[in-house]
């Protein structure tokens, strides 16, 4: 896949971390470019001496870090070294902010013609809406997701995580792969921009089409789905919620049959998948009076045996747990560099022969040295005097230097 290319990856928090993640769980090199500070997602509770914000140990699994001042001219030029033997770059920088650094598309080209340039911004590159600050909540609410989010007729509910900017995240990481398989074939690299607003648009698919095919503004309805019925939650007698989703007339039919009303499958109101949504609520009623005579657990044996899809609610603890989650390997014993308890971690998405095995997240310029030793070629004397100036932060004592 995309083992042999190597992501200099600056962006931060959540987002743009989370497409580097991609990108390394699909086989590239990826290398966390960081202020001398670390990533603000370092220090998002819970944090304590035993324990590492979970917010950064999320995405930023199998990456290298090096910790460079990209505002003093001496850390540039180091970054710009690494550039030379890269493959891709990624940041999330308000969009008036590489040129003034000095790290947009069109420098760093200079550097090195084949690099890959993919930049994760808030809203809009010009106009009223350049560098304006844009957060997860604000996406949220400004893509009318929220407004589709929640019950009929109640407050506007966000969604249960960053959507928006995981979403973003996962676009670039599309971008960029894609701008990967161009250079390797024409030796040209690209600029590739994804705005969180623009891929949280995108997301809305049949419901922004369907309004712009003239139909009614979507709104909010709970669980249900606005053009498929039944297709909705429902609680049991034990106090449990069982989602249903039988799309298509011999699913409807074997539902019908698993709850002993097959007499609703030609009922005129229910005959058809349209008069299910016009009848919907009538619909409801009936399931849900018919749900509420069993136990969750009842029931889910019992839709198992007919093959109704159906599924039990669970909690992200119950998940977790899920039988699935450990044969598909998404939840794995990761060990600390350091020693310890090893810590439990969610796995990669991506199955394919020679998938890489990703290591625990790296502490701050643990691999500062290495790399511009290795990939820039730079000396013992060359890092002390960057270590001197406060241009890097190294995660090992240099010879000669302290820490």
């Not at 960053?162 to 398989?181: I, P, R």
């Not at 009614?216 to 106090?239: E, F, L, Q």
Request: charged share 20%.
């Amino acid at each position: 896949m995309l083992q042999g290319k190597v992501v200099l990856d600056l962006t931060w928090v959540l987002g743009g971390p989370f497409a580097g993640q991609l990108l390394a769980q699909l086989g590239a090199e990826v290398i966390k470019v960081e202020p001398v500070g670390g990533d603000y997602a370092r220090s998002v509770p819970p944090v304590s001496d035993t324990q590492e914000s979970p917010f950064f140990l999320s995405v930023n699994r199998g990456k290298r870090s090096v910790a460079l001042d990209l505002k003093h001219p001496l850390g540039r030029q180091a970054f710009l070294d690494l550039v030379r033997e890269a493959d891709a770059v990624i940041y999330g920088f308000a969009s008036d902010v590489p040129a003034r650094l000095g790290l947009d598309h069109a420098t760093l080209a200079g550097v090195n013609p084949r690099i890959v340039v993919g930049q994760l911004i808030g809203l809009d590159d010009q106009g009223a809406y350049a560098g304006a600050p844009a957060f997860d909540l604000m996406l949220q609410a400004m893509s009318g997701l929220m407004s589709i989010t929640g019950e009929a007729g109640g407050k506007p509910v966000r969604v249960g995580y960053q959507v928006a900017d995981l979403a973003g995240g996962l676009y670039l990481a599309l971008g960029v792969a894609a701008g990967l398989v161009q250079a390797q074939a024409s030796g040209t690299g690209e600029r590739v921009q994804v705005s969180l607003f623009d891929a949280q648009m995108a997301m809305l698919t049949w419901q922004a089409q369907g309004y712009l095919q003239g139909g009614a503004v979507p709104r909010a309805s709970g669980a249900r789905h606005a053009m498929i019925a039944p297709s909705d939650i429902y609680r049991t007698s034990d106090g449990r919620w069982i989602a249903l989703a039988p799309t298509g007339d011999a699913f409807w039919q074997a539902l019908c049959a698993a709850i002993g009303r097959p007499g609703l499958a030609a009922d005129a109101r229910y005959a058809t998948p349209a008069a299910r949504i016009s009848n919907v609520e009538a619909l409801t009623d009936d399931l849900a009076d018919a749900i509420g005579r069993r136990t969750a657990q009842e029931w889910l044996d019992l839709f198992e045996e007919r093959r109704v899809p159906a599924a039990l609610v669970l909690g992200v603890d119950e998940a977790l747990a899920h039988p699935l989650v450990a044969s598909r390997g998404m939840v794995e014993n990761v060990a600390r560099p350091r020693g310890g308890k090893p810590v439990r971690m969610l796995g990669n998405p991506f199955k394919f022969a020679g998938q890489p095995v990703l290591a625990y997240p790296p502490s701050l310029g643990q691999d500062t040295a290495a790399l511009l030793r290795g990939m820039a070629g730079y000396d013992d004397d060359s890092l002390a005097a960057l270590q001197a100036a406060g241009v890097i932060r190294t995660g090992a004592a240099l010879a000669g230097a302290s820490q």
